[in-house]
Structures are given as C-alpha cells and as structure tokens.
C-alpha cells in the first residue's frame, strides 16, 4: 500500500474507544482493515505469538490473509478450527480448544485472536479468558451479528444441557477489528438477520438513529459508508452500555430488547437455522416488545406499527406467524421464556417501551399478562 | 450458644480483610468459626441459596454442622460432592460440577461454597467463576494448607494433560472462614506439609516471624492460640501481596518460594501423595532455594543452615535425599523445571533471598547453573 492509501484508509477508519479502565480497547472499524489489524496488533503486544481460531468455512476465506498480514508484522500465529454453527459452544469444543491452545505453547503474554462470527467469539474469547488464567485476546468478527453484538462488551461463553451461554466470563477482548468488506461475502439472510440487531440500538435510545435506519437501509446492505456509519453506531451505544455496566447489574439489561421473546422463539424452534437464525427471532421479538408495550398502554400504537413496518420492508419477520413450522401455543413460549437466564426468582423480567427510542427494564410482569398478549397476536389480533 | 459465649468467639476470631476494590473480603479466623460463619453468610447474601461443594470424606465430618447452621440462618442449601484427591482437577469433574450447579438452579446471587481442601477450593471457585458468568463464592478451607495459602488470593482452576493449574480463573472468594478447630482432625503427616505454606511466609519477608516459627511451632501444632496467630500471620502476610499484585504480573511470584523445586519433585514423583505431598515438597524446596542462595554467594549459609534445622525439627524433609524412591538425575530435576507454568519464554524464574526473610523474584537463571548445583545436592555436598 502507497503512504497515500495508507493515509486514505486511516481517514476512512472509525475508531470507537470503550473506556473500561485497565479493560479499555478501541474497536476499529472500515473496509478491507484486516491487514491493517496486524500493525496494531503487533503494537498491542509486541515478541507475542498469536493462536488464530476459526471455523472451517473462514478457515479459507480470511484466514490465510490475516496470517499473511501477521506475519509481516513480525507475529508468529497458529491456527485452530472449529465447525461452524453453535453445536461448537460445547464442553467437549471448549476442552478441544483449551487443549489446543496449550499445545501450541500460547503464553500469558500472547493472544487469541477470534476470526469468526459470534460462536467462534464465544467459544475463543472464554478459552482465552481461562487459559492459564486468562490471555488476551482479539475479535475479529466475520458477521454483521458478530460486529454490532457479541464481539463487543466481554460476554464470552458456552451452552450447557441446561441451556445457552450458562457456562462463561466477562473477558474484554484487547481489540475489536470491524473490516466491513468481510460482510460482502454473507448470504442476505445472514446479512439481514445481523441488521435486526443494528436497529435494535435505535429502538433503546436513539430515535434519530431508527429514523436514519428507516432511510439509509439500503445503503447499509449495499455496503457504502453508511454500513461502517451504522457499524459505529450500534458499537458506540454497546459500548456506552457496557461502560455504564459491565456485568449486567442494571442498564445492560436494555441490551435485551426484544430478546426474551427471541430466546423463546429459538428454543421452540430448536436452534435450527433453517428455520430461524437469531436475528430473525430478535426482528420478530423488537416487534413484539413494541406490540405487548402498545397493548399494555406504554407505547403509543404509531410507534409499534413503525418498527414492524421497517423490519417488513427490509425483508424481516415481525410476527409469531413469521417462523416456518409455527411456535406451539401461547402457554409453550411463556414457558419457553420463563427458562431464561434473565429470570430472577421466578419473576420475568421484559425490556419495554415508553416509544421509539425509550426503552426501559420492567421487572416482574406477572407470566398471565404475557400470555394473554400472545394469544391475542397467535389470533392474529 | 449463650450470649456470653457469643462475645468471647467473637472476641477470639481474628478478622483479615483483603482490602481489593470492589472485590475486598474478609478472612475470618479462629476455633469453631464454622456455625458463626452461617450468620456472615446470611448477612452477605440475604435471601440466597447456597451449593456446598465438599469430598466424600468431608462430607460426613463437617457438612452436617455447616448445613445445620446455614439452615437456622435461612440460608437453602444443596450439597454436591466430589471424589477426594488432586485427579478431581480435571475437565470431566468440572463440567459435571458445572451442570451440578445448574441443576441445583444456582442463580447469580446465590453461592458456591467449598469445604474442603485445595482441590474442592480450586476447583469449584473456578466453577463458580465460570457458572452463568460469574456467581459469588466462600472458601472454608478444611487443611491447615488450604487455609494458608490456596483459600486466599482468588487463584482456581483445574489441570490439564498439559500441566497443573493451567485452566482457571483469578476469581475471588467473598468470604473466607477459617475454622481453625476443623485442623485437629487432621493427620500429623497432612498437618505438618501445610505448615511449611506457613514457613515460607516468614522467610519470604518477615525474619521476625520465622524466628517466632521456630519458637512456637509445636504449640501450632497444638492447637492453642499460637495455631490462630500462625494462620492469621500467613494470611495477612499473603493478603498484602495479593493486593499489591492481584494477577501476579510481579511480586506476587514471591509466593512462589520454593515452588519451582516442589512442582519440579511432584511431577518426578508423579503427584503420588504416598510418596510426597504438596507441602513436603515445598518444604525440601524452601531448604533447596536457600541453598541455591548461598551457592550463589547470596545468601549466608548461616540462614541456609537455620532453614533446614527447623524444617529437621518439625519433622519435613529438606533434601532430595529425603524423597522416597529417589527424584531422579539433575538433568531430569532441570526438564521437570522447565515444564512449569512460570518459565516466560525459556528462561527459568527463581524465587531467590539474601537471607531469611529477604527472597526476591531472579528472572533469567541459566539452567546450567541449576543442574549444576542439583549435582552437588544429590551427591550429599
């Protein structure tokens, strides 16, 4: 690269700091930053040998490009594969990697650098979090998902028989590398399943951001800069979240917009992603959050027509309706629901909202109430 | 208990705090703590319910009256024990510990509490740590080990084919009881071995406290008040390292003393407590580190001397002569040494002194130099 691409790509790179004291990291963010990565990753921790994880598929599609740009950078990498889907967010997976990595000699002083979408981040950043009790490791998420989600904020983890992400750490990742063209090689579903969670950041607290979303849309799909824009913006509103609260005792509830329905949804479905993949289940549960916030007089009827049209238009679910093969009965998601790990003492725990934009945590809505609402949208009210 | 009989326990527990930010603690110690501890329990987590993880030999002699007192104070509890013994460190118990746990639907304000020695404290506060991303915990520490050194600081986890401790977490205790009556029924042989941890402390950087060892230890032994001033002692003295260096980026390797040579004769003797136990080892380790100090001209062979002569009196070895069946060669002392967690790209990082309580971190020691002064050890110099 020239010193004026260079320069160039500098200008076009976001960088969105995630002040979390002696845990703080940037994330950066723009097209084709992959290669750029390794310069700051070699900064990070110079003389460190990095452990690359991925899965198969990613395996041939980035990895060799990262290596490549590492090893320029003076750093010496292994690279250890998963399979791909969330059956990899296993003990027998987190043992295997564990495993591996100690054989490939990663020390205290070296990192694990996840190039994945949110299982490989998962999987990764917890094995990172307790190789010899904790190295440093490095996200570079694949999938829109991945990018606005779970690769930032230190959630790391993996399912038991019990259910999703019981098993895991608050681990921050050293550095969160966001390269936007990686997004051109996803399948418009996945694409467009990782934007339901974009639009989630306007619909907690951020109206002109929704507004926008309602606008740019295409653009974003399309890949122009207004994908990095709305890349940056759901970073920078995760990450004011999780500097406000890191571990979840308050604010970062809000995080769970739509999510206690979506969790329902996907259990009942069985994780299978032919059938619905996260994102979708999160598109339908904004929709129902708005629709139950509606019905129980909190949320003016516009606003919640305006969230499920703008899911419709770009081509998502928005009702129960939606999920290819059905739900079961009102009494089987309540119940699906009352198997999260946001229930405290029996009591469901909903994000709601007074409006676009005005989302709040509502402690203890009686199960009755919640049933009674998906009757209704089941009848198709 | 009379209300009277209350006021002198309290009077005679000693309280250490582990002044560490938003994870500070408390040690409580003193004789028959065990019962008064259900009430800080209940104080710290109102409302919560609590696993007690213990061994199966263990769970018939103290688990009772810890369940007993913890009901009074209306604290739920669920036991769930382990096999006795150091191979209970390893993937397959922690993952059938960790949906134990979930199973016993441990929430994230209630507790995992472990009664029992090193193994039930490492390995379930690294469940604990891990379980729906972190769930508090309380050490009560059932060996005189334990309570001196491994119920203190935060350090869990489990081994690996490819090492001991390799796999854990840096996950403090909200609490630590040391119950210093639970020690007499202990054996003399597994009595003894923690009291080289209580040693060490003396001769790491308090010369005053290891005379008063030399003075006082069969009255340690005993039982008396001496036994609650040694243990007080050695976790004041670890407390204050631990809060210097939480994650041991520095001098929290003084805690090291002497374990460099005890891993390196646990693994030669393939961890066969028959044969040597931890603290056995760390006691020929102590003599050895002091020895090596004199060799190299640091250390007055005069405190080299004073060192062995007490571990002599209490009845430890301080030889390699002293392990049963022999160690191996110098050149096998030196690989096993190598192996260690702490060696930082090849080179080995000793815990030296300048005599009795003046140890200091030496990084970078040739092996050379080691197997050369093994030598001289094994041939009786």
Known sequence: MTKQAADAARVERILVPVPLGERAYDILIGRHQLCEAAGVIAELAPGARAAIVTDDN???????????????????????????GEASKSYACFVELCDGLLAAKIERNDLVIALGGGVVGDLSGFAASVLRRGVRFVQIPTSLLAQVDSSVGGKTGINSGHGKNLIGAFHQPALVICDTALLDTLSEREFKAGYAEVVKYGLIDDAAFFDWCEANWRRVIAGGPERDHAVATACRAKAAIVVRDEREDGDRALLNLGHTFAHALERLTAYNSRRLVHGEAVAIGLALAFRF?????????????????????????????????????????????TQDKKVKRGALTFILAHGIGKSFIAPGVPADEVRRFIESELAGA
Chains 1, 2 share one sequence.
């Open 293 to 337: 916030s509606q019905r129980l007089g909190l949320c003016p009827g516009q606003d919640a027509g305006r969230v499920a049209a703008h899911l419709t238009s770009v081509g998502l679910p928005s009702r129960l309706q939606d999920v290819p093969g059905g739900t079961g009965s009102a009494a089987e998601i309540v119940e699906a629901m």
């Open 58 to 84: 990613l395996a041939e599609l980035h990895a060799p490009a990262l290596e490549s740009c590492l090893h320029q950078a003076g750093i010496a990498t292994t690279r250890l594969t998963i399979r791909p």
